[in-house]
């Protein structure tokens, strides 16, 4: 698997349709930062990549005034700046990447068998959505996968995710 702007298109469009069907409304968005970068969150996810994806225009706000956006770009990148903070402050451990095969394979399964779609990344690292988790193999298949270097908090840990096309920040949900 290698990356191609049309699975980033597919991606962002994804997270995107999912955005506007959740309540977190000041968590979801889309915009051009100051650097240029495509980003774009949901709340639960959060992706940034270094050039938009040919052919994509990225318009969609959560907010439908438009002299708002702006001044919701700057909020969001003000947002995006925390939630990467661990990583960018070193506070982070590589984890192993999880495999492609056995995520995709597990998909079918569960969904085979009306499960959850939680998909545990292994001992002492967290539980994620299983769709957004292959959203995020399919947009970076090769990259670097990171944790809280806290091993106390490695199990509720979010999972950064760093490649040579961008970044993401995947929130991790409960097993329970």
């Given at each position: 698997?290698?990356?191609?702007?049309?699975?980033?298109?597919?991606?962002?469009?994804?997270?995107?349709?999912?955005?506007?069907?959740?309540?977190?409304?000041?968590?979801?968005?889309?915009?051009?930062?100051?650097?240029?970068?495509?980003?774009?969150?949901?709340?639960?996810?959060?992706y940034c990549?270094?050039?938009a994806p040919?052919?994509?225009?990225?318009?969609?706000?959560?907010?439908?005034?438009?002299?708002?956006?702006?001044?919701?770009?700057?909020?969001?990148?003000?947002?995006?700046?925390?939630?990467?903070?661990?990583?960018?402050?070193?506070?982070?451990?590589?984890?192993?990447?999880?495999?492609?095969?056995?995520?995709?394979?597990?998909?079918?399964?569960?969904?085979?068998?009306?499960?959850?779609?939680?998909y545990d990344?292994?001992?002492?690292?967290?539980?994620?959505?299983?769709?957004?988790?292959?959203?995020?193999?399919?947009?970076?298949?090769?990259?670097?996968?990171?944790?809280?270097?806290?091993?106390?908090?490695?199990?509720?840990?979010?999972?950064?995710?760093?490649?040579?096309?961008?970044?993401?920040?995947?929130?991790?949900?409960?097993?329970?």
């Open positions: 698997m290698k990356y191609t702007e049309k699975t980033a298109a597919a991606v962002l469009n994804s997270l995107l349709r999912a955005a506007r069907k959740t309540p977190r409304e000041s968590l979801h968005d889309a915009w051009t930062d100051e650097q240029g970068r495509t980003c774009a969150m949901d709340g639960y996810r959060a990549l270094n050039a040919a052919g994509m225009k990225v318009t969609w706000t959560s907010r439908p005034d438009p002299a708002r956006a702006a001044a919701r770009a700057a909020d969001n990148n003000k947002i995006l700046a925390h939630v990467f903070n661990a990583l960018d402050a070193g506070k982070t451990v590589e984890m192993p990447a999880p495999d492609a095969d056995a995520v995709k394979s597990f998909m079918a399964a569960d969904k085979e068998q009306g499960g959850r779609g939680v990344l292994g001992k002492d690292f967290p539980a994620v959505n299983v769709k957004y988790l292959w959203d995020i193999i399919r947009l970076f298949p090769v990259a670097k996968w990171y944790v809280l270097a806290d091993p106390y908090a490695r199990m509720v840990s979010p999972v950064f995710i760093v490649a040579d096309e961008g970044r993401a920040c995947l929130l991790p949900i409960r097993q329970d």
